[in-house]
């Protein structure tokens, strides 16, 4: 037993010591490899030590081993480097370019130049511009002299000389300084001849841009002794750009060697002699199609494949037929589109019936986007119901109103629409009339578009000519097809805004917890807007100001804002008038401030944050638009919260509150636009004083300026609960504005549905 735990024991721990043995062994070993001898001549010890490091040099030899070279008398004296800052160099400005498409190379397809003259510019020039330009990407014009005067719309590159060869040198050379890494493809094409700008675009479209490319329509030089064939310019010829760059050297060769009458011609041999490349009018399977149109030949009645498949018809004799061609390739356009249209229609058509829904997979009508599905009986989309001369949802909250003006013409074609298309499906055996329209339905799907119901009464007259009175329901959608971006000018957020807020004897309640709000949103924050007050005092209060100034304890907040905030200036205007008007006021305000100033005109119960002064920028765009924000209002809290306790924020739901579509008090405009607008007016206010105090400047700017007046609700924009005092002096309809903006302002219809039960409760008990 104790041997073999003895043996146990040793197996654990005899590779431990064996392992420690070895390590003392092999330390032993390397001292004695670099041990010195003691010699007592020390020149002899160096020549002894200088042999053992040439013997031993690989051997290591440990930092805490010292030989006779080192100085162990000398103490060790540090020694102290001083530091030297290093100069930094200023940084390399990296370019970076304004466009991505730039820096990574992309390029425009296609660049399009028009030669034109002095004499034809005004003319053909216009034509040519009206029919292609909308097309393409640029198009410009070339010309030697030009008039005084160029036409609107057309960008005009005059070279000052009427040489037609010095023209089409400079057309070159212009082109190779300022557009050549912008496109792949330059055309160039007569004043007098048409081009389809559509198929032009669709040919570069299919060409490879690496390609030394002379594509028009082949032409023997004249006399017949040169070798290679020019492109007409008639007709118009497609060069590439990698064309151009290898012409670019041999340019001035060209202008100095090459003597020939025609400019086409010219530039045929130029290319041929120094690219070796003929013009060719196919490539790639790809076939340039030109026309030559007869004299005073009418366009609708050409026939032939090749006039229909042109990309280019020359000679063009004036404007007129330049837009009978236009017309006549529309058409044809057109009617491709159509007949792609139908054929994918029945593709979809014929696909569907092997789907897992079957024909349900298809939607009417094909093509179509889906009906919009409602999440909830919250989002269930409204119909409206109508008739020939009535409809049944008013907009201000009538059951029942007048079709006119833009409703009616919208009820008018769309009947006249499915009538056209039933005669369409139905002739020739049948003929339908219409009787009239028995009810008629429509709503508007944000997916889709516009959908109408109708039931029609009709009369169906055979080939027979006998008749009788059916009627048939119709659905009709007017699709969200024709979707267009309209181009607006650049505004900023950085504009200072001029908040005007205008104060009676009502208002003195509601400055103090709108300086509270104003000041933690704006002083704070330092934004960038100017807070100006408006005192308006009647008559009578403006005699006793000295005496007894309502406003006093407003002046004292404002002074006392002021003073905690050094960097803060509020000032204010006094008024005097009978009838408050925004115009009147307004007039005060614009004369002392510039042309260049936005105003934001608000009410002392209105919350203003940042959110909404950069929306306010942004939707007023100066000598174009004027914003009018929709608050959101806070409900009547002993309506809204009736029997409950209030909460210490009001939320942006339904039951605290709604957007007050009739008020208009809210305004964003430039002072420019209202001075131009004001100025508009003088006439009207001259045969009649009072229009100042019945209009208030939403009206002004709808009736008297070209402005779009935008209108949108604005969450940021939010209003505590109060009962405005209508003025009976103001219009009829600012007036009623007024008193249904109180009255929809109390709280929303279940609420005063509760409180009028309780209350007839309370009565009958």
Sequence with gaps: ??????????????????????????????????????????????????????????????????????????????????????????????????????????????????????????????????????????????????????????????????????????????????????????????????????????????????????????????????????????????????????????????????????????????????????????????????????????????????????????????????????????????????????????????????????????????GINPPFEPKSRFEVLKWEYFTEEEIYSCIDGSPKCELRGIDRMDVDDVIATAMGELNKKYKPVLHLKKQQLINGYRRFDPIRGMEYTLDLQLEVVNQKGHSRSITKRVHLVRPLSRIEIIPMPYVTEATRVHIIIPLTLQDRTYVNHFLEVFASNAFETSENAILTFLFIYDPVEAQQVNQNDIFASVKTQINAYEHKYPAVKIPWISVKTETPSQIKYMDIISKKHPVDTLFFLANANTNINSEFLNRCRMNSINNWQVFFPIHFQDFNPDVAYHNQQRPVTFDLVKEAGHFDRRSFEEACFYNSDYMATRTRMVADVQENEEILDTLDVYDMFVKYSSLHVFRAVEPALHQQYRYQACNPRLSEDIYHRCMQSNMEGLGSRSQLAMLLFEQEQGNST
Excluded at 34 to 49: F, H, L, R
Excluded at 118 to 137: E, P, Q, W, Y
Aim: hydrophobic share 35%; aromatic share 12%.
């Design 1 to 366: 037993m104790r041997f073999s735990a003895f043996i146990s024991v040793l197996r654990s721990v005899g590779p431990v010591v064996i392992g420690i043995s070895l390590g003392f062994t092999l330390s032993l070993l390397s001292v004695s490899w670099t041990e010195e001898a003691c010699y007592s001549d020390v020149k002899q010890a160096e020549d002894i030590t200088s042999v053992q490091d040439g013997l031993l040099k690989g051997a290591r030899k440990p930092n805490s081993i010292s030989t006779v070279n080192d100085e162990s008398d000398e103490d060790f004296e540090p020694r102290i480097v001083p530091y030297k800052q290093v100069q930094q160099s200023a940084p390399k400005k990296v370019f970076r370019a304004k466009y991505i498409s730039t820096e990574l190379g992309m390029r425009e397809r296609l660049f399009v130049g028009v030669l034109t003259s002095k004499n034809t510019m005004n003319t053909l020039g216009v034509a040519v511009n009206r029919t292609i330009s909308h097309h393409l990407d640029t198009v410009i014009f070339f010309t030697g002299m030009r008039n005084r005067k160029v036409p609107h719309g057309m960008f005009v590159v005059a070279h000052g000389d009427e040489r037609l060869i010095w023209n089409m040198f400079q057309n070159i050379r212009y082109i190779l300084d300022h557009y050549i890494n912008e496109y792949d493809w330059f055309y160039f094409i007569q004043d007098d001849a048409y081009t389809g700008a559509d198929r032009i675009k669709a040919l570069v479209d299919h060409l490879s841009m690496d390609r030394e490319l002379y594509m028009g329509s082949p032409e023997e030089f004249i006399g017949g002794k040169m070798e290679g064939k020019y492109c007409y310019g008639g007709f118009g010829y497609l060069l590439s750009r990698t064309l151009l760059l290898r012409l670019q050297p041999f340019l001035e060769n060209c202008r100095n060697d090459i003597l020939s009458a025609r400019p086409d011609e010219w530039l045929g041999r130029c290319i041929i002699d120094y690219t070796d490349t003929n013009c060719v009018s196919e490539y790639g399977g790809l076939q340039y199609h030109h026309y030559e149109l007869g004299k005073n030949s009418d366009p609708s009645k050409e026939q032939s494949e090749q006039f229909k498949r042109a990309l280019a018809v020359h000679p063009v004799s004036d404007p007129e037929q330049m837009y009978r061609l236009h017309r006549y390739f529309t058409e044809i356009e057109l009617q491709k589109t159509y007949d792609e249209i139908a054929k994918l229609q029945e593709e979809i058509k014929n696909v569907s019936v092997v789907a897992f829904e079957g024909n349900r997979s298809a939607q009417w009508p094909v």
